[in-house]
């Protein structure tokens, strides 16, 4: 035998592929494919979420209950979802200083 005998498999089964977590799924809640679930007391408050719903490009089935309480929370969590973060990028030593004083930014205010 040599050192370069492979005793395992080489691809793995595929069985064991389907497992796990899916990182590349398609379905987002609010789509066509997964809408909210919204239920609501009056018809005055289906037409303002259905006018929030068509500003923000999203699908729900709304209900109207008399009876029910009010259920807009997957609505509401979807349009309080923070935002994407961006930081300033501070300045390297040798790039230009960011005060316009024309020096290196270690010589300036580094």
Do not use: W
Not at 10 to 30: A, H, L, M, S
């Amino acid at each position: 035998m040599s050192k370069f005998f492979f005793k395992g498999r080489i691809d793995p089964r595929e069985k064991y592929q389907r497992f796990g977590y899916n990182t590349q799924r398609k379905t987002k809640v609010g789509s066509e494919n997964a809408p909210l679930q919204i239920s609501v007391q009056t018809y005055e408050r289906e037409a303002e979420l259905k006018s929030v719903l068509a500003e923000h490009n999203l699908y729900a089935e709304i209900t109207i209950d008399t009876n029910q309480p009010e259920n807009t929370i997957q609505l509401d969590t979807l349009l309080k979802l923070p935002g994407t973060q961006t930081f300033v990028k501070t300045p390297n030593r040798n790039d230009p200083c960011t005060c316009g004083s024309g020096k290196k930014y270690k010589k300036c205010c580094g």
